[in-house]
């Protein structure tokens, strides 16, 4: 049924292949996938590569696309990657230049009067689960013990809790 689908031309998400190759040992070609922004989008089903999202996105800030892309393009993303559940994670051309796009992030006003981890990690991520933030705002709290807010930060302090934040993405 699926080959007679993917000879007429019948595009999957990234997420419907993987779902047939596991069930069903069906492997979809790369034109019968979806396209994104001009590139295919890749199978992020777990264990199927070595590196995570943000790392193969160049996004250690795990930053979405959303919409038509305007505000992570105003940052500087080249395009996305279809994760999961159709989440778009931004690309951007090389490490440095992910690293700057989360720094133009963590220096939002939102952020401003976040003084403790918790706060922050509930304006910067939303909504998640008590055991996700915890894990958070331990890996924070080791790379900046003493946070009283995103503003108040040295740059040194600064560029450790980038990378930390970046280790918890």
């Not at 596991?22 to 790369?30: Q, V």
């Not at 089903?45 to 959303?66: D, M, V």
């Not at 490490?95 to 006003?109: F, M, N, R, S």
Request: proline content about 4%.
């Amino acid at each position: 049924y699926h080959k007679d689908r993917m000879e007429l031309g019948t595009k999957y998400t990234t997420e419907e292949a993987a779902i047939l190759k596991k069930n069903l040992g069906i492997d979809i070609p790369k034109e019968n996938l979806k396209e994104t922004s001009g590139k295919f989008t890749e199978d992020v089903s777990p264990g199927e590569h070595k590196q995570n999202i943000p790392t193969r996105a160049n996004n250690p800030g795990n930053i979405t696309w959303q919409g038509d892309g305007s505000y992570a393009k105003s940052l500087g993303a080249t395009g996305f990657i279809e994760a999961r559940g159709g989440v778009k994670i931004a690309t951007f051309a090389s490490p440095e230049e992910g690293y700057t796009a989360l720094d133009k992030v963590l220096k939002q006003k939102k952020f401003k009067d976040k003084t403790n981890y918790e706060d922050f990690v509930q304006a910067y991520v939303g909504v998640i689960g008590d055991k996700e933030k915890e894990n958070y705002v331990k890996i924070l709290k080791k790379a900046v013990p003493d946070f009283k807010g995103i503003y108040k930060l040295t740059p040194e302090e600064f560029d450790k809790f980038k990378k930390a934040l970046a280790q918890a993405e």
